[in-house]
Structure formats: structure tokens, C-alpha cells
């Protein structure tokens, strides 16, 4: 029953995202290893790279949004980036600096931090690339299945003017139009129970991509939970339409008699 109620609100993330239950088995590197390739990466990143990306720095960009909570949210200032993720220009060493110190796999499946605490990796990822989809979706991952506690309780502390939203919302207002940002947002917001927020998300996300199939279903699935049936039904019908395989919603507005 509970596995049937589960798949019922089971969302839709982007092309290459899972949602997995645990973290995966570690293929674990020598400490070695990693301190040579971080040397590596920041000697080339002292060689080459520029001060900033694209026209905004670290101090312009800031920390913008509150928390859930009504706290202004607050973080780490200064370092490298910020750099878009999907900018061609960035591919290679500009943000491969990044990804080889901070956001390898270990980090990205939660395993262990890389450089510092798991949690730590994940905080100089998204500051130095703020809409990196991977990093966002790990840290989204951990506040809900963060296998060591800690690292939840730090999200979530008193003390923590940085809990995921803050992030989100730093990449909102990175990258505005960036529909996979938006629809990350509203993931998260529905696994928190704030649907009336997460719509707001998803609604955006299908301005930017009209297309997205994952889009649709997720805000089909958000207005099915505030009942607003008849418009989730749109939404279901768009999801398949656009090729979106799984039958959750339409299976939830079938026991509401709003499926045919």
C-alpha cells in the first residue's frame, strides 16, 4: 500500500536525474589521487581561468530569497564563478576545476565529500556554478535521504541560512530562463507540501518549455493535490502527449472519476 502511494506522487525529474532511495556503492579513490587532481585543477584554474562569468560576480550576485521559515537567506561570499552550466563556453576546464575537486561521483550520489564534508563539495559547486542541475538535484536528494545526519541537521539547523531554497533561489536569479532550474524548484517545493509555491515553479517552467513533458506531469501531479482536477487532467494529457511514460496521475485522477 505504502509503495502503491508512493508511485501515485512519484515526480517527474530532468533527462538524467534519479531519485534514489540510498546512496550507490562507492568506487573509492585513494586520498592520493584526489589530492593530486585537485592540485591539478587549480593550477589550471590560477593559469586560465577569468575572475568572473558572464557579467555577474560572487558579490552581485549574492544570496536573494528567504528561507520556508521568513529568515533571509545567507551563505558563503567570494570564491570562484559564478559560471553557467549550460554555457558552451564554460565546457572544459572552467568548469572542470570544479567538477574534479568538488562534484565527482562520490559527491553526486552522496556518497562521501571529495575535498571536504559531502555537504561542503556541494556548497562550493553550486556557489561557483549555481544552476548545475546534478548539484542542485544531489542537494534536494540529501535534505530528504541524506544518509549521514549530520548533514541533514546542518541543512535544516538554526543556525543554517543555507538550506536548499536559498540555493534554488540563487539560481533563479542566476539564470532566470533556465526551465531545468525551475523545474527542480518546484520538486523540491512539493516534497515539502508547499504546492501552491511549487506550481508557481512549474508554471514557469512550462513558459520557458512549453515542450517539457516532465514539466507538465509535475505541475499535473501539484494541482491534483490542491483539487483542482479538471486542470491537472490538461496537464496529464499534454505529459503523455509529449511521451511521459509513467501512469501515477493518471491512475489518481481515474479513482477521482476525472479520467475517461
Known amino acids: 500500500m505504502k509503495n502503491a502511494r508512493q508511485?501515485?506522487?512519484?515526480?517527474?525529474?530532468?533527462?538524467?536525474?534519479?531519485?534514489?532511495?540510498?546512496?550507490?556503492?562507492?568506487?573509492?579513490?585513494?586520498?592520493?589521487?584526489?589530492?593530486m587532481r585537485f592540485t591539478l585543477f587549480c593550477l589550471l584554474g590560477l593559469l586560465t581561468a577569468p575572475a568572473f562569468a558572464q557579467g555577474m560576480s560572487q558579490a552581485q550576485l549574492g544570496w536573494p530569497g528567504k528561507r520556508l521559515d521568513g529568515v533571509n537567506c545567507g551563505g558563503g561570499s567570494g570564491g570562484y564563478g559564478p559560471y553557467d552550466a549550460m554555457d558552451p563556453r564554460n565546457r572544459g576546464h572552467t568548469l572542470n576545476i570544479v567538477y574534479g575537486a568538488h562534484f565527482g561521483h562520490q559527491v553526486e550520489h552522496l556518497i562521501r565529500g571529495q575535498t571536504g564534508s559531502l555537504l561542503g563539495d556541494l556548497d562550493y559547486t553550486l556557489r561557483a556554478i549555481p544552476n548545475q542541475h546534478r548539484a542542485l538535484f544531489a542537494l534536494i536528494r540529501l535534505a530528504f535521504l541524506g544518509r549521514r545526519?549530520?548533514?541533514?541537521?546542518?541543512?535544516?539547523?538554526?543556525?543554517?541560512?543555507?538550506?536548499?531554497?536559498?540555493?534554488?533561489q540563487r539560481a533563479v536569479k542566476f539564470r532566470p530562463k533556465d526551465g531545468q532550474v525551475r523545474v527542480l524548484f518546484g520538486v523540491y517545493l512539493f516534497k515539502r507540501k508547499r504546492y501552491k509555491l511549487a506550481l508557481e515553479q512549474f508554471d514557469t517552467a512550462i513558459k520557458l518549455m512549453p515542450e517539457s513533458a516532465e514539466a507538465h506531469y509535475n505541475r499535473g501531479l501539484t494541482l491534483a493535490k490542491l483539487k483542482r482536477f479538471k486542470l491537472a487532467k490538461a496537464d496529464a494529457k499534454r505529459a503523455y502527449a509529449l511521451g511521459y511514460p509513467l501512469h501515477g496521475l493518471r491512475n489518481q485522477l481515474k479513482r477521482r472519476g476525472y479520467w475517461e
Open 149 to 168: 545526519g549530520y548533514d541533514r541537521k546542518l541543512l535544516y539547523s538554526p543556525d543554517s541560512l543555507t538550506p536548499p531554497e536559498c540555493y534554488l
Open 7 to 35: 508511485n501515485r506522487n512519484r515526480l517527474a525529474f530532468p533527462a538524467g536525474l534519479q531519485w534514489r532511495s540510498r546512496p550507490v556503492t562507492s568506487s573509492r579513490k585513494s586520498p592520493l589521487t584526489i589530492a
